[in-house]
């Protein structure tokens, strides 16, 4: 019965996709890669919320949480901040110019050699490390939470190797053959089942470890035997000290929520500026309760286990197991399925919009039709998808900890880039010479920070979000120098191509103040 229904919702959201894009025009670039601008805020919130939610987050957010407690909210609750400032300061800008990639707007600030090394950046990071992590850590997940080595009768490593594909193939039909549109479509039905799926955890887990099988009476019983669980503030010896909330903690959240090709984009298929706005303000506020389907459950699981498990990465799955019943399997191993699915085919979609319009369009055929852009990005998906699927599963033979290695690894992309599109947007004078400096500068300060603290374990290194923000602070100081040295020759003028209507919701700024306030009252309570 669990595996009818698993493959009953997997069709039914192929379906729904497949009927919700017959009408778009994907022979053009705007069809194709920017779901024909046709995005409202339901569709623009379900899709940026699922296409951030993924196994390697659920899995990996509630083993941080087993091990230090509700202090790893931060990578949750400060989300939404990074959104409201994505909605009222980045967005009107983006829209304004009409770009379809973050690139693109780096070659109108500064030249197309900016352009081409921040695409470069975005395609190695998305090749050699998301699309790969994505569907090892999903298959990992799916294979050890449902027993499938056992119902399929393979090994483990066997039966990564299925999953992998499976995963694979089907994110790449979506992602290649149905544009951004069927990703955005898929993602949301998904995310209202990742809702209900991942809220039932947490509900089951409580119930099971009350004294009166009762969900209040389950928060009762942690927050009373485990109040160290509960406090927010975390000093050194924790994965997030307090003071990285301050420094790189807020710099990964605006490159992810603000810059990242792969989450942005939804934003820019927007209508217009309103409903982007509304569909980034909807998905802070879900935000601010994400904690209770990636953070609670590993709470529970360190009550329920008695902190004996082997590792941590080991709680997510162990509690699903333990307290889920038997009738919800299928349904949760869909939408799991489908939270999988959107990280793989949403970060494919990208590269394959990055590569079309930045590479293609721009170095190989600068006089291609959008119809032969689209179909070489469409092949160019195809080959990525392909190289993924056949790395992936050698991840396998990889050391522990590889899901908070890639995060490290990932400032190595996120820094640079954030930092030329904040100085673009800050300034007016300061040319190209200082956005190419500086990403080679702040590429080459984090490459070698990386390697002494990972390759050579130089002793008293600093957090590595700290070095983040060391790498972001120095990187601007060394581009307004040259700019004071070498200035534009006239101030840069963004233009407004009229692509959507660019007039804000009047409700931004007094919603946007609001979901800012709840966040910072999270850390007074939990203080």
């Known amino acids: 019965m669990g595996l009818l229904i698993f493959i009953a919702f997997t069709v039914m959201v192929g379906v729904i996709s497949y009927l919700a894009t017959r009408k778009v025009d994907e022979d053009s670039s705007a069809g194709y890669f920017l779901g024909g601008r046709s995005l409202t805020a339901g569709v623009i919130a379900g899709s940026l919320l699922l296409t951030n939610l993924s196994t390697e987050q659920i899995v990996g ?29 980045l967005l009107p800008r983006y829209l304004k110019g009409g770009i379809s990639t973050i690139p ?37 997940a799916i294979s050890g939470m449902f027993g499938l080595p056992e119902l399929l009768g393979l090994s483990e490593w066997e039966t990564i190797w299925v999953c992998v594909w499976s995963i694979g193939i089907i994110g790449g039909v979506y992602a290649v053959f149905g544009g951004l549109k069927a990703v955005a479509v898929s993602d949301t039905i998904n995310a209202v089942g990742l809702l209900i799926g991942g809220l039932l955890i947490p509900v089951f887990g409580l119930i099971a470890i009350s004294d009166d099988n009762s969900v209040f009476g389950g928060l009762s019983k942690l927050m009373n035997e485990h109040p160290e669980k509960f406090n927010a503030i975390g000093d050194d010896s924790t994965s997030i000290p307090f003071a990285t909330i301050f420094t790189g903690m807020m710099l990964v959240q605006l490159f992810y929520w603000g810059t990242n ?26 935000k601010i309760l994400g904690p209770i389907i990636v953070v609670l459950p590993g709470i529970i699981a360190f009550h ?27 349904f949760f191993a869909a939408v799991l399925f489908g939270a999988i699915l959107s990280s793989f085919n949403s970060a494919l979609n990208s590269s394959v919009t990055l590569f079309g319009i930045d ?10 039709e959008e119809k032969q852009v689209v179909k070489v990005g469409k ?70 920070y990386i390697v002494l603290d990972n390759v050579l374990e130089v002793e008293g290194l600093p957090h590595f979000l700290h070095v983040q923000f060391i790498t972001f602070v120095s990187t601007v100081v060394l581009m307004l120098v040259i700019a004071k040295l070498k200035p534009r ?17 009047k409700y931004v700024k007094p919603v946007g103040i609001a979901i800012c306030l709840v966040v910072i009252s999270t850390y007074i309570i939990f203080s």
């Open 61 to 89: 957010l509630n083993g941080s949480a087993y091990s230090d407690g509700i202090l790893v909210m931060a990578w949750e609750t400060l989300a939404a901040i990074a959104m409201v400032i994505c909605a009222i300061f």
């Open 104 to 140: 693109t707007y780096l070659e109108r600030r500064f030249d197309t050699t900016t352009k081409a090394m921040t695409s470069g950046l975005f395609l190695s990071g998305y090749a050699i490390v998301l699309l790969p992590i994505v569907l090892y850590s999903g298959s990992l």
């Open 261 to 286: 090709q792969q989450i942005i984009q939804r934003a820019l298929g927007a209508k217009n500026l309103a409903e982007g706005q509304k569909g980034l303000l909807l998905a802070a506020f879900f």
């Open 304 to 330: 329920y286990f008695e902190g004996s498990l082997e590792t941590a990465d080991q709680s997510y799955p162990r509690l699903v197991a333990a307290v889920l019943p038997k009738a919800f399997v299928g």
């Open 359 to 368: 590479i293609y369009k721009q170095f190989v055929n600068k006089e291609a």
């Open 379 to 448: 092949r160019f998906g195809i080959i990525l998808a392909l190289f993924s699927m056949c790395i992936a599963p050698f991840l396998y033979m990889a050391s522990e900890g590889l899901f908070g290695y890639l995060q490290l690894v990932n400032g190595a992309y996120s820094v640079p880039i954030l930092t030329v599109i904040v100085v673009g947007f800050m300034t007016k004078r300061v040319p190209a010479i200082s956005a190419k400096a500086g990403i080679v500068f702040a590429f080459s300060l984090y490459v070698l």
């Open 489 to 505: 020759e006239t101030d840069y003028i963004q233009k407004y191509t009229k692509e959507v209507d660019v007039n804000n919701w």
